[in-house]
C-alpha cells in the first residue's frame, strides 16, 4: 500500500522560506515521477512541480524561481523548498506519484494528510 507523510508546514511571514518533506512507503520510489501538489481553501487541488527519474523537472508558472524540488531515492523522500513565500501560497501541500497517461500527467491520487502552509502577516 503506497503511503506519504508529508512534513515541515507552518506559519510564516511573506517573503519567508519552508522547506516540506514527504516520506513514502509501500512503493519502489526510484522507479516513479513525484510531484508536490496544494490545495487552498475553496480552491481545485493544483500541481505545484514535479521530478521525473532522471530528475527532469517541471514547475507550474506561480512558483517558477521561487520553489525546488529534489528527491533523495535512497531515502525515499521528495523534498519542496519554498522560498519568496507569498500570500498566495497558503495551501496543504500534498506529494503524490505523478503518471505520463495517454492524456497527460495525471495524480495516482494516493493523498497523504498534506501539510500545511500559511503565509501571513
Known amino acids: 500500500q503506497v503511503q506519504f507523510v508529508e512534513s515541515g508546514g507552518g506559519l510564516v511571514q511573506p517573503g519567508g522560506s519552508l522547506r516540506l518533506s514527504c516520506i513514502a512507503s509501500?512503493?519502489?520510489?526510484?522507479?516513479?515521477?513525484m510531484a508536490w501538489y496544494r490545495q487552498a481553501p475553496g480552491k481545485q487541488r493544483e500541481l505545484v512541480a514535479r521530478i521525473t527519474t532522471g530528475e527532469t523537472t517541471y514547475y507550474a508558472d506561480f512558483v517558477k524561481g521561487r520553489f525546488t524540488i529534489a528527491r533523495d531515492n535512497a531515502k525515499k523522500t521528495l523534498y519542496l523548498q519554498m522560498n519568496s513565500l507569498e500570500l498566495e501560497d497558503t495551501a496543504v501541500y500534498y506529494c503524490d506519484v505523478d503518471r505520463l497517461l495517454a492524456t497527460g500527467w495525471s495524480p495516482l491520487g494516493s493523498w497523504g494528510q498534506g501539510t500545511q502552509v500559511t503565509v501571513s502577516s
Open positions: 509501500g512503493m519502489i520510489f526510484e522507479i516513479y515521477a
